[in-house]
C-alpha cells in the first residue's frame, strides 16, 4: 500500500539547513498497525506528514497505491486526503460551536460523491456509533470529556471510509483509562482491515501495535514486528488495579 526509498526532507532557513529525515526507506502492507517512535526532533512528525500528503520530501519516492505522489496535482492531493487517509490528531481540532455529529459531517461536504444531507446525517451517525458516541450525537465539545473528544475526531476521521487511518500522539492529551479505550476501537479497526500508522512517545501504548518503528536523528534505527497486547486484557486488568486501590483507600 505504502512505499517509501530513501526520502529525504531538509529545511532551509538563510544558509542554515536541517535535515529533519535522511533516508527513510520502508514498507507499509495493507492491513498493519504500525506505531513510528522517536524522542523530539528524530523526524517522526515529519515523516508522518510526508505520509499524510502534507508536505512532499526533498528527495526520494512515496508511492500509495503504486501511484507516485511526487507526481500529483493539489486537486489529486485534495481529494487523496478526504477519501484515502483519515487524520487523527493529539489536539483533537474540533469546532467548538458544533455538535458532534457536525464535526463530524464536515468531510463529507468537500467530497466529490455529491451526498444528499440525509446520506452525510446517516454516515456521521454510523461513524460515531463505531466509537460508542451515538448518543452524544447533539453534545458540542465543551459538553465531552477529553475521551470523548478525541472518539469524535476518530469518528471524523472514520466518516469518509479511509484506507488508512494516521493517528499523530492520539493519547497524548488522555489518560491512562482513556489511552486504553481508544487503542480498542484502533485495535478494532485494524482487524476488520484499516490500515494504522500511530506516532507515539509512549511505549506502553506502542505494545498495542503490530509493528514498531524507531527513529532517530532522520533514521529509521530499528524496524521491528510487535505481538500486539490486547487492549480488552489491558482494561481488565486497570478495572481489578483500580478496585484494589479503592478497596485499600477505603
Not at 463529507?108 to 460508542?132: F, M, P, Q
Not at 447533539?138 to 465531552?144: C, D, G, T, V
Not at 469524535?152 to 493519547?171: G, H, K, Q
Not at 487503542?183 to 478494532?188: G, T
Request: charged residues 30%; contains cysteine; hydrophobic residues 35%.
Amino acid at each position: 500500500m505504502i512505499s517509501l526509498k530513501d526520502i529525504t526532507k531538509s529545511y532551509r532557513s538563510g544558509s542554515l539547513s536541517v535535515d529533519a529525515l535522511r533516508g527513510i526507506t520502508m514498507e507499509i502492507e495493507e492491513g498493519e498497525f504500525t506505531t513510528i517512535m522517536g524522542s523530539s526532533g528524530s523526524g517522526k512528525s515529519t515523516l508522518m506528514n510526508i505520509l499524510g500528503c502534507l508536505d512532499k520530501p526533498t528527495e526520494g519516492s512515496y508511492l500509495l497505491n503504486g501511484e507516485d505522489v511526487s507526481k500529483f496535482k493539489k486537486e489529486k492531493l485534495s481529494q487523496v486526503r478526504n477519501r484515502m487517509i483519515g487524520f487523527v490528531f493529539q489536539n483533537f481540532h474540533l469546532l467548538p460551536r458544533t455538535t458532534a455529529l457536525e464535526n463530524v459531517e464536515l468531510p463529507l461536504l468537500y467530497t466529490e460523491e455529491k451526498l444528499s444531507w440525509k446520506e452525510i446525517h446517516k454516515r456521521a451517525g454510523e461513524a460515531l456509533d463505531i466509537v460508542g458516541l451515538g448518543d452524544r450525537k447533539k453534545h458540542s465539545p465543551n459538553e465531552l470529556s477529553g475521551g470523548q473528544m478525541q472518539r469524535v475526531a476518530i469518528a471524523r476521521a472514520l466518516v469518509t471510509r479511509p484506507s488508512v487511518l494516521l493517528a499523530d500522539e492520539p493519547t497524548g492529551n488522555l489518560d491512562s483509562r482513556t489511552s486504553l479505550e481508544i487503542m480498542d476501537i484502533f485495535q478494532r479497526l485494524n482487524r476488520e482491515g484499516l490500515t494504522i500508522l500511530m506516532v507515539s512517545h509512549e511505549p506502553d501504548i506502542a505494545r498495542f501495535s503490530k509493528r514498531i518503528t524507531i527513529l532517530r536523528d532522520g533514521l529509521i534505527i530499528s524496524d521491528k514486528p510487535n505481538t500486539p497486547r490486547s487492549s480488552a486484557d489491558a482494561i481488565a486488568q486497570w478495572k481489578d488495579e483500580a478496585e484494589i486501590m479503592s478497596e485499600e483507600t477505603a
